[in-house]
């Protein structure tokens, strides 16, 4: 198949999304493809939770009730083809679901499967073979509970080919929905690396919906109509070339700014986004408004990908409770760590009369009163404070006391305290991700689309990974003579936009004028910036140039306490970094201020 162009909605970033996102893509002229990205890797996670208590489940029951029993009729009627890794864990489940209630509409869709990123039933081979942790080279968990390889386009695509108006995949690499449906539509190569590097591209801006289109937006005063946010439309050419865009008459905005910060959104390397199908390079891409609420991108350049897949594994590690309570009045904050005090001083003595031991981790933050800001926090006298006390243990009995006793300070601790929120906090599992690499070759994967089915004996390329060519980069500033330099907050030359990568933290900081980047390389070393996070961090920084657009990238190593439900902190997804190192002080020249 080979078209001119074609139009693709990225309606769903991740599982829970807003149910307003499809019909408001259906209203879009000539769309043809619908993408949803469900599976961040905390979903992963909550998937396998469900799975543990029902075999049935372990997929993304949204994409069933909130989009193919509503709107299936009018997708199949426009012959928009929809695309989702919603399979979770469960693909064929959420197939037969599918099919169950498209059965019920009245309608008959061709619904294709990827199978073949399951490989639990591969992990004692994994284990005889040894595998290694990618990052800190531990062995595999004693009792792995889920593993899946990240899938690229390749099947998907096939798929596709095959006639499917409905594609469910397992675990695949976020942005593979849409570079499937532009290398399908265009007939590109799967060695046209730069064309595969533009079509991930734009499978990483829609991949997180409105994060494109306003959400999350240093600038969020300047971004209308949240109620309405509008969902991103990526109109990309044979060439590789796109425009971001929305559906008229939506709220959100559609900028530079906007898009170069989602850009650089958890992406760590830019001259090395590894993906199953290619090797982006980011650095040299370019944006230009070419419209209102229109984004032209182009400039992505890629190499050959490695000859491995990645694959995360989760395991589980003992038990947590997170409490919540409200501390009011007086000297809130002494008020409110006496009171963790206390709680926590009560139920360890309870723990070892029943014969537990301590806590396995501990976390008491005071929300309200910056805590996770360290020693940035601006001292305040608040008279209002959310206490929150997260607590870690190998047996879920243990957190028992933690999880009565918490009611008992609304009676016997400070004045003006409410316990807890809508009743007993919950204990839960703690599911840890493993991430560790295996060949592309030991992962045949399966493409069942209605009653045919083929083989991908190897479902991506694999090639000798290069180095990426040098970059010119913009030297950092040096003062001249009779420059007056004002020290200001970061936020007044720069946008920024964070977000994680397992328990690293990646931070994107764009200058909004490029005079300001050479202060910027001047003032945000990486030295710098992991001592301003040094009551966060345990592991080091590395900063990257993305000079196309004027940007910094920062990726901050071992920063979120294990990242997802690993970590006991309130920011385990890093999303407030960000917001954080934008008050962080630089100097300028008053003359570029001016």
């Keep these: 198949m080979s078209k001119d162009s074609i139009r693709i909605g990225g309606a769903a970033g ?29 979903t992963m996670a909550i998937l396998q939770r469900a799975r543990m208590k029902d075999a049935k489940l372990g997929y993304a029951t949204d994409f069933v009730t909130a989009v193919i029993k509503p709107h ?13 890794n919603a399979g979770g864990l469960n693909p064929l489940g959420c197939r037969d679901a599918i099919l169950a209630a498209a059965h019920e509409l009245g309608c008959d869709p061709k619904v294709a499967v990827v199978l073949g990123d399951d490989l ?10 040894d595998v290694r942790e990618m990052q ?18 390749q099947p998907i ?11 469910i995949t397992g675990r695949c690499v976020d942005s593979a929905v849409t570079l499937a449906a532009a290398a399908h539509s265009f007939g590109w190569d799967w060695q046209d690396w730069d064309k595969l590097a533009q079509g991930s591209l734009a499978g990483h801006l829609l991949e997180c919906g409105p994060q494109a289109t306003g959400g999350l937006y240093t600038d969020w005063e300047l971004v209308p109509d949240w109620a309405n946010i509008g969902y991103p439309v990526v109109e990309m050419r044979a060439d590789g070339s796109f425009d971001l865009t929305k559906p008229a008459g939506t709220g959100g905005l559609v900028c530079v700014g906007s898009v170069a910060e989602q850009m650089l959104y958890e992406i760590g390397d830019p001259a090395n986004y590894l993906l199953p199908d290619v090797v982006c390079d980011f650095r040299s891409v370019r944006m230009e408004s070419v419209g209102p609420e229109r984004v032209c991108v182009s400039g992505a350049a ?16 003992g038990y947590q409770i997170n409490i919540v309570g409200a501390i009011r009045g007086i000297r809130a904050r002494e008020k409110a760590q006496k009171t963790a005090d206390a709680l926590i001083e009560r139920t360890r003595k309870q723990m070892s009369a029943a014969g537990f031991g ?16 360290g020693p940035h926090a601006r001292p305040s006298e608040t008279r209002e404070i959310v206490l929150r006390i997260s607590a870690r243990h190998a047996e879920t009995k243990a957190l028992g006391f933690l999880q009565k006793e918490v009611a008992s300070a609304g009676t016997s601790m400070g004045p003006g305290t409410r316990g807890h929120f809508g009743g007993r906090a919950d204990i839960q599992s703690v599911l840890k991700l493993y991430s560790f690499l295996v060949a592309k070759s030991a992962v045949p994967v399966d493409v069942i689309c209605a009653d045919t089915a083929q083989r991908l004996a190897i479902a991506a390329e694999c090639g000798t990974t290069t180095e990426p ?10 003062s001249e003579a009779g420059d007056d330099l004002l020290e200001i907050p970061l936020v007044r030359i720069a946008l920024a936009r964070s977000g994680d990568k397992g328990d690293d933290a990646n931070i994107g900081v764009i200058a909004r004028d490029p005079r300001y980047l050479p202060w910027l390389r001047a003032e945000l070393s990486a030295e710098r910036v992991g001592a301003y996070f040094a009551h966060l961090v345990d592991g080091p920084v590395e900063r990257f140039d993305l000079p196309g657009v004027n940007a910094l990238n920062f990726l901050l190593h071992a920063a979120l306490g294990g990242g997802g439900t690993a970590s006991l902190r309130s920011d385990p997804l890093g999303k407030a970094y960000a917001q954080i190192l934008l008050e962080m002080p630089v100097r300028i020249p008053r003359r570029l201020l001016d």
Excluded at 120 to 129: H, K, Q
Excluded at 469 to 478: G, I, L, N
């Design 72 to 84: 299936l009729a009018e997708c199949m009627r426009r012959g928009i083809r929809l695309i989702a």
């Design 120 to 129: 639990l039933p591969s992990v004692e081979t994994f284990r005889a073979n």
């Design 358 to 373: 301590d806590y396995s981790g501990l976390r008491v933050e005071m929300l309200g009163c910056e805590s996770h800001y």
């Design 302 to 317: 890629g190499r050959p990908p490695t000859a491995h897949y990645k694959v995360s594994a989760t395991w589980q590690d």
């Design 469 to 478: 060519p040098e970059v010119a980069v913009v030297p950092a500033a040096q």
């Design 157 to 167: 695509a096939a798929a596709l080919g095959a006639g499917a108006d409905i594609v």
């Design 136 to 153: 800190q080279g531990t062995p595999l968990p004693a009792r792995v509970l889920s593993a899946n390889a990240y899938l690229g386009a």
């Design 14 to 42: 991740f599982w829970g999304d807003s149910a307003l996102a499809t019909p408001q893509l259906l209203a879009y002229p000539e769309l043809d493809y619908l993408v949803f990205d469900y599976l961040a890797e905390t």
